[in-house]
């Protein structure tokens, strides 16, 4: 099977001359379809670099990466916002999500253009929040909002979910909730999911964890065995 | 240490938000300039007036006499109030001109002893002593018509031919505005004035030994009122009685309307612009203090005290509010200053009194402080409830649950997403997005009710020289004469139809309100002359009775049925007691019309007329003015297309100018207005609108969202403002309305298009601004933002 993405020496690079800062240096993997992969690493490692490339926001400063046939790495503005808009969703650590429509509008913010989405009553039941559909941001928990966030990037069945700290925010319980929510996107649509973390223990739910130092990809992890996320401790 | 580092934060701040800071100060600066503009006009002018007025000693009561022997002066003078007092000859004559048109002229004797009515001499010299060829002549007549120092001018006084020769160019503040006798606007070439030694004008007009006008100062010890009465009752048998006071003399009454309309104008506008100035400078402010709430919480985290952090907001709005003021302030004075000598050469004022009154200049700054104060005062409030630790973790999502039930839910069921994002922001903050909708309206509301006053002087033009006078051409008479002259002017060279007319000087009375005025007979069924009904419908005169102009019958305070006073102030004076019979809206002159055969009767002068209004084909010919030139009881022949385009220039350029600057003013506030609400909608959701982009929405369609909101506001404030410009033209028109002129205000759908189209091209600038920098928007830094 073809992988979900590809990389061949992936950098990047901010600033320039004496002051530039090598953000990521010449990463090469690839990244199998239908995998939880998790990347750990400290701050400044690379991590959120790589992610946010693959995501389509941000760019390389040399090397290519691949989304299927796809060469993202050569891809137009334009074009780069047609595959945020086809084939990824993203989940942040602070939500972002809007807080003047209701957890189904947030939802149907991205229903509306995709092409062929879930219901976003759907969705939101998907995370567990059938019963607050209705519910403005202001009216809900932390945990809440991160899973109104997940149903938003699910409810157009993207083939990549790319999600930065999505934990970051949350105390351990509802971390532990939102985390098997991430885990059920993945097992029910096969959606390959990325997530970005300070929290080593997260690395247990992984098929595959990427371990970034100074820019470059230091280790790939394979798990044999993979822990539930209500297991998981931090 | 710290205040150091909080004033770099200041100046950092104030770069940061350099375009809006800009917008905001642009609006104060516009108000704080229509004040001192406007107030600097209004002081410049009225001073100059009042030392024009006072070092010429301009005569506060002016009692015009068939005849009265110099010694009666003496007596003038001895009368309590009387601070100095002076008889002067007064008559009329026509200067035979250049081939054109006959033309009036006022012969007077120089000003005596005493001073008044003094002259300023603007070239040459005074006449020499015993010359009784020598004149001084109005410099205003002499320029419109070519004649020079030296040159000789023919005149025709009592059906004398004079040969006089002009010695000197003056000005006098009694013809500052002098339209020719029976005329309502004046041109400077259709009216001359000259002044002769007393003695030689005593000569022409047949008045040696007397006087015909005396003029008189009163001291501060007795009201002028009673002085007058004293006068009247003095000189009543030399057929005098009918005296006046400055206020009434022409040319004074229209200055003085002029400069209160001026000072009407400065009290109103500028509270309009500085209101939209303080309400942009609070919302900003306030957006400002939310938006450095977690600075704020730092600070106080490190010990800063409220009063500090307070200080360092206060001074970043008092920064912009006084750049803006200061900026105002130097606005204002140049545009007072091109002002100014526009309006002093309008009023052939010979000098200006700049006046720079600190009183504008202090309101206008203090209150663009306190509404920077104001705003900083509200925003810094809710900062300040919070503890440092609150203050620090990100804000709670602004709370949208008002949207879900209702009008506004069922408004938001047929829209998108982003449609229901658009409506609810809006809603959220109903006081400021009314706020931004009004003052979005008002900057319209402004620009096109000034038009439409603008549109309103045209339309004055249309309906006086197309409906209420259809002649082309006016010929006076220097005493009446009987109507059979109509005949023999019908058949004149080129002449269509003649009319004959009567005009009485007279001073009507209701009660204590006087009005120096005219009564106009006009024939049964006239076509050239009409007063009209509201629809434009000639009324004609009753066999007893008058019509009276609207502005006069509102000045008299009188209705139809009333009766009112008139006493003859020329020819035979008599004491006539009529009904009103009509009132007609006539916009230019305050007139009062009678049936001619009505009028000519009870003066007691049947068939007497004083002037005939011709229709001729095309512009009065060179041998039918020949013709009338040739006739030597014609005074004057005042031709209708040259008034109007007098009028015409002096409304295309005045009124250019103003359309104008109030066109820019427009713009600047509608642009100040939509582009912050713009940018604090921009500054609010910069994450809101990166979370857009990375969930695939493109830079169009995000563009929308922003635009959106603007335009839907926009949208509003359209309606809205037209609504508030057409009642503000109408009340604008109400108090700029006076006995002279009178402002009609059409619907004027181009004053609208102008007005509207200016507000939309302020917002398309501030959404293509917007646009360039939402471009710029880093997606990844505005997410990985707490709020």
Same mark, same amino acid.
């Given at each position: 099977?073809?992988?979900?993405?590809?990389?061949?020496?992936?950098?990047?690079?901010?600033?320039?001359?004496?002051?530039?800062?090598?953000?990521?240096?010449?990463?090469?993997?690839?990244?199998?379809?239908?995998?939880?992969?998790?990347?750990?690493?400290?701050?400044?490692?690379?991590?959120?670099?790589?992610?946010?490339?693959?995501?389509?926001?941000?760019?390389?400063?040399?090397?290519?990466?691949?989304?299927?046939?796809?060469?993202?790495?050569?891809?137009?503005?334009?074009?780069?916002?047609?595959?945020?808009?086809?084939?990824?969703?993203?989940?942040?650590?602070?939500?972002?999500?809007?807080?003047?429509?209701?957890?189904?509008?947030?939802?149907?913010?991205?229903?509306?253009?995709?092409?062929?989405?879930?219901?976003?009553?759907?969705?939101?039941?998907?995370?567990?929040?059938?019963?607050?559909?209705?519910?403005?941001?202001?009216?809900?928990?932390?945990?809440?909002?991160?899973?109104?966030?997940?149903?938003?990037?699910?409810?157009?069945?993207?083939?990549?979910?790319?999600?930065?700290?999505?934990?970051?925010?949350?105390?351990?319980?509802?971390?532990?909730?939102?985390?098997?929510?991430?885990?059920?996107?993945?097992?029910?649509?096969?959606?390959?999911?990325?997530?970005?973390?300070?929290?080593?223990?997260?690395?247990?739910?992984?098929?595959?964890?990427?371990?970034?130092?100074?820019?470059?990809?230091?280790?790939?992890?394979?798990?044999?065995?993979?822990?539930?996320?209500?297991?998981?401790?931090? | 240490?710290a205040l150091?580092?909080l004033?770099?934060?200041?100046? %950092?701040?104030?770069?940061?938000?350099?375009?809006?800071?800009?917008?905001?100060?642009?609006?104060?600066?516009?108000?704080?300039?229509?004040?001192?503009?406007?107030?600097?006009?209004?002081?410049?002018?009225?001073?100059?007036?009042?030392?024009?007025?006072?070092?010429?000693?301009?005569?506060?009561?002016?009692?015009?006499?068939?005849?009265?022997?110099?010694?009666?002066?003496?007596? $003038?003078?001895?009368?309590?109030?009387?601070?100095?007092?002076?008889?002067? $000859?007064?008559?009329?004559?026509?200067?035979?001109?250049?081939?054109?048109?006959?033309?009036?002229?006022?012969?007077?004797?120089?000003?005596?002893?005493?001073?008044?009515?003094?002259?300023?001499?603007?070239?040459?010299?005074?006449?020499?002593?015993?010359?009784?060829?020598?004149?001084?002549?109005?410099?205003?007549?002499?320029?419109?018509?070519?004649?020079?120092?030296?040159?000789?001018?023919?005149?025709?006084?009592?059906?004398?031919?004079?040969?006089?020769?002009?010695?000197?160019?003056?000005?006098?503040?009694?013809?500052?505005?002098?339209?020719?006798?029976?005329?309502?606007?004046?041109?400077?070439?259709?009216?001359?004035?000259?002044?002769?030694? %007393?003695?030689?004008?005593?000569?022409?007009?047949?008045?040696?030994?007397?006087?015909?006008?005396?003029?008189?100062?009163?001291?501060?010890?007795?009201?002028?009122?009673?002085?007058?009465?004293?006068?009247?009752?003095?000189?009543?048998?030399?057929?005098?009685?009918?005296?006046?006071?400055?206020?009434?003399?022409?040319?004074?009454?229209?200055?003085?309307?002029?400069?209160?309309?001026?000072?009407?104008?400065?009290?109103?506008?500028?509270?309009?612009?500085?209101?939209?100035?303080?309400?942009?400078?609070?919302?900003?402010?306030?957006?400002?203090?939310?938006?450095?709430?977690?600075?704020i919480?730092?600070m106080k985290a490190f010990g800063h005290g409220g009063t500090e952090i307070g200080g360092h907001?206060?001074?970043?709005?008092?920064?912009?509010?006084?750049?803006?003021?200061?900026?105002?302030?130097?606005?204002?004075?140049?545009?007072?200053?091109?002002?100014?000598?526009?309006?002093?050469?309008?009023?052939?004022?010979?000098?200006?009194?700049?006046?720079?009154?600190?009183?504008?200049?202090?309101?206008?700054?203090?209150?663009?402080?306190?509404?920077?104060?104001?705003?900083?005062?509200?925003?810094l409030?809710?900062?300040f409830?919070?503890?440092p630790?609150?203050?620090?973790?990100?804000?709670?999502?602004?709370?949208?649950?008002?949207?879900?039930?209702?009008?506004?839910?069922?408004?938001?069921?047929?829209?998108?997403?982003?449609?229901?994002?658009?409506?609810?922001?809006?809603?959220?903050?109903?006081? %400021?997005?009314?706020?931004?909708?009004?003052?979005?309206?008002?900057?319209?509301?402004?620009?096109?009710?000034?038009?439409?006053?603008?549109?309103?002087?045209?339309?004055?033009?249309?309906?006086?020289?197309?409906?209420?006078?259809?002649?082309?051409?006016?010929?006076?008479?220097?005493?009446?004469?009987?109507?059979? $002259?109509?005949?023999?002017?019908?058949?004149?060279?080129?002449?269509?139809?003649?009319?004959?007319?009567?005009?009485?000087?007279?001073?009507?009375?209701?009660?204590?309100?006087?009005?120096?005025?005219?009564?106009?007979?006009?024939?049964?069924?006239?076509?050239?002359?009409?007063?009209?009904?509201?629809?434009?419908?000639?009324?004609?005169?009753?066999?007893?009775?008058?019509?009276?102009?609207?502005?006069?019958?509102?000045?008299?305070?009188?209705?139809?049925?009333?009766?009112?006073?008139?006493?003859?102030?020329?020819?035979?004076?008599?004491?006539?007691?009529?009904?009103?019979?009509?009132?007609?809206?006539?916009?230019?002159?305050?007139?009062?019309?009678?049936?001619?055969?009505?009028?000519?009767?009870?003066?007691?002068?049947?068939?007497?007329?004083?002037?005939?209004?011709?229709?001729?084909?095309?512009?009065?010919?060179?041998?039918?003015?020949?013709?009338?030139?040739?006739?030597?009881?014609?005074?004057?022949?005042?031709?209708?297309?040259?008034?109007?385009?007098?009028?015409?220039?002096?409304?295309?350029?005045?009124?250019?100018?103003?359309?104008?600057?109030?066109?820019?003013?427009?713009?600047?506030?509608?642009?100040?207005?939509?582009?912050?609400?713009? %940018?604090?909608?921009?500054?609010?959701?910069?994450?809101? =609108?990166?979370?857009?982009?990375?969930?695939?929405?493109?830079?169009?369609?995000?563009?929308?969202? =922003?635009?959106?909101?603007?335009?839907?506001?926009?949208?509003?404030? =359209?309606?809205?403002?037209?609504?508030?410009?057409?009642?503000?033209?109408?009340?604008?028109?109400?108090?700029?309305?006076?006995?002279?002129?009178?402002?009609?205000?059409?619907?004027?759908?181009?004053?609208?298009?102008?007005?509207?189209?200016?507000?939309?091209?302020?917002?398309?600038?501030?959404?293509?601004?917007?646009?360039?920098?939402?471009?710029?928007?880093?997606?990844?830094?505005?997410?990985?933002?707490?709020?």
């Amino acid at each position: 099977m073809q992988p979900a993405y590809r990389t061949e020496v992936l950098s990047k690079t901010y600033g320039e001359g004496p002051a530039a800062v090598h953000a990521l240096r010449e990463v090469t993997l690839e990244i199998p379809r239908g995998e939880v992969v998790v990347l750990l690493g400290p701050s400044g490692s690379g991590k959120s670099t790589f992610l946010n490339i693959l995501g389509g926001l941000d760019r390389a400063s040399a090397g290519r990466a691949w989304f299927g046939e796809t060469c993202l790495t050569d891809l137009s503005d334009r074009a780069l916002t047609q595959y945020r808009r086809s084939h990824v969703g993203f989940v942040f650590q602070f939500y972002n999500l809007m807080p003047s429509l209701t957890a189904r509008e947030n939802v149907e913010l991205v229903t509306e253009i995709a092409r062929d989405p879930m219901d976003a009553g759907e969705a939101l039941g998907l995370v567990g929040l059938e019963g607050r559909l209705d519910h403005f941001p202001a009216q809900m928990s932390g945990g809440e909002q991160q899973r109104v966030a997940i149903a938003r990037a699910v409810a157009k069945r993207p083939e990549v979910l790319f999600c930065d700290e999505p934990t970051g925010a949350l105390d351990s319980t509802t971390g532990r909730r939102v985390l098997q929510v991430l885990d059920d996107v993945n097992r029910e649509l096969g959606t390959t999911v990325l997530i970005v973390t300070h929290a080593a223990a997260t690395a247990a739910m992984a098929h595959r964890v990427l371990h970034f130092t100074d820019g470059q990809l230091r280790e790939t992890i394979t798990n044999e065995t993979r822990a539930a996320p209500a297991d998981i401790e931090w | 240490m710290a205040l150091t580092v909080l004033h770099r934060k200041l100046a %950092r701040d104030l770069w940061r938000i350099r375009a809006q800071a800009l917008a905001i100060a642009s609006v104060v600066a516009v108000g704080v300039m229509v004040q001192v503009m406007m107030s600097g006009l209004s002081d410049t002018l009225t001073d100059t007036r009042d030392a024009y007025f006072e070092r010429h000693r301009l005569a506060q009561i002016f009692e015009p006499v068939t005849r009265a022997p110099n010694a009666m002066m003496e007596k $003038v003078s001895a009368l309590p109030g009387v601070l100095a007092a002076e008889g002067r $000859v007064s008559g009329y004559g026509r200067v035979e001109g250049d081939g054109g048109e006959p033309v009036r002229a006022q012969i007077l004797s120089l000003p005596g002893p005493a001073g008044l009515n003094g002259i300023l001499m603007k070239a040459g010299r005074m006449p020499v002593a015993g010359r009784s060829d020598e004149v001084v002549l109005l410099d205003s007549f002499a320029t419109a018509r070519g004649v020079a120092l030296g040159d000789h001018i023919g005149v025709t006084v009592e059906g004398r031919h004079l040969r006089l020769r002009v010695v000197g160019l003056a000005r006098a503040p009694e013809f500052l505005f002098m339209p020719a006798p029976g005329e309502f606007f004046p041109l400077d070439g259709r009216f001359a004035v000259i002044w002769m030694e %007393r003695k030689a004008a005593a000569a022409v007009l047949d008045l040696e030994g007397a006087f015909n006008e005396a003029l008189v100062l009163t001291t501060r010890a007795r009201p002028s009122e009673a002085v007058l009465a004293d006068l009247d009752r003095l000189l009543g048998p030399y057929g005098g009685g009918a005296g006046f006071l400055q206020d009434q003399q022409t040319s004074a009454r229209f200055i003085n309307e002029e400069l209160t309309q001026l000072k009407r104008s400065s009290l109103f506008l500028p509270p309009i612009f500085l209101a939209v100035a303080a309400f942009l400078l609070n919302v900003t402010i306030t957006r400002i203090v939310q938006a450095e709430r977690r600075e704020i919480g730092l600070m106080k985290a490190f010990g800063h005290g409220g009063t500090e952090i307070g200080g360092h907001y206060l001074e970043l709005a008092f920064l912009i509010a006084l750049a803006g003021a200061a900026l105002g302030c130097l606005l204002g004075l140049m545009a007072g200053r091109a002002l100014t000598g526009v309006y002093m050469e309008f009023y052939k004022f010979p000098y200006l009194v700049f006046s720079l009154r600190p009183g504008p200049f202090a309101s206008g700054i203090a209150f663009s402080l306190i509404a920077a104060a104001l705003g900083a005062a509200i925003a810094l409030r809710t900062v300040f409830r919070l503890t440092p630790a609150e203050a620090m973790s990100p804000p709670a999502p602004p709370d949208f649950t008002h949207g879900r039930t209702g009008i506004l839910s069922l408004m938001a069921r047929p829209l998108d997403q982003p449609g229901r994002m658009i409506l609810r922001q809006i809603t959220r903050q109903p006081i %400021r997005s009314l706020g931004t909708i009004a003052g979005v309206s008002a900057g319209l509301a402004l620009n096109m009710a000034m038009l439409m006053i603008y549109a309103g002087f045209d339309h004055t033009m249309a309906v006086t020289f197309g409906f209420a006078d259809r002649s082309d051409a006016v010929v006076a008479f220097t005493r009446p004469v009987s109507r059979d $002259v109509v005949h023999e002017i019908a058949h004149l060279p080129g002449v269509l139809s003649a009319e004959p007319q009567r005009s009485v000087p007279v001073l009507f009375r209701n009660g204590l309100i006087t009005h120096r005025g005219e009564l106009t007979g006009l024939p049964e069924g006239a076509t050239l002359s009409r007063a009209l009904t509201p629809d434009l419908d000639p009324i004609t005169p009753p066999a007893r009775g008058v019509v009276l102009s609207r502005g006069l019958a509102e000045r008299l305070g009188l209705q139809p049925g009333d009766p009112i006073s008139a006493k003859v102030t020329g020819g035979r004076r008599r004491d006539l007691t009529l009904p009103v019979a009509a009132i007609s809206d006539t916009l230019l002159g305050a007139p009062a019309y009678m049936r001619l055969d009505a009028l000519t009767r009870v003066i007691g002068e049947p068939d007497r007329i004083t002037s005939v209004a011709i229709r001729t084909t095309g512009k009065p010919s060179a041998a039918l003015l020949h013709a009338l030139r040739e006739r030597p009881g014609v005074a004057g022949v005042s031709i209708k297309s040259d008034t109007f385009e007098a009028f015409k220039k002096i409304a295309d350029e005045g009124a250019g100018q103003m359309r104008f600057i109030f066109g820019a003013i427009a713009f600047v506030l509608s642009f100040g207005i939509v582009y912050n609400a713009a %940018r604090n909608a921009f500054a609010e959701r910069t994450h809101e =609108l990166a979370s857009l982009r990375v969930l695939g929405f493109t830079r169009g369609e995000v563009a929308l969202v =922003l635009a959106g909101e603007i335009a839907v506001m926009v949208a509003i404030a =359209l309606p809205l403002g037209t609504w508030l410009g057409w009642s503000l033209a109408k009340l604008i028109a109400i108090a700029f309305s006076n006995e002279l002129y009178r402002i009609s205000v059409p619907f004027d759908l181009p004053s609208i298009a102008v007005a509207v189209l200016v507000v939309i091209g302020a917002m398309l600038a501030s959404i293509l601004m917007l646009r360039r920098a939402l471009d710029r928007v880093n997606m990844v830094a505005a997410l990985k933002a707490r709020d």
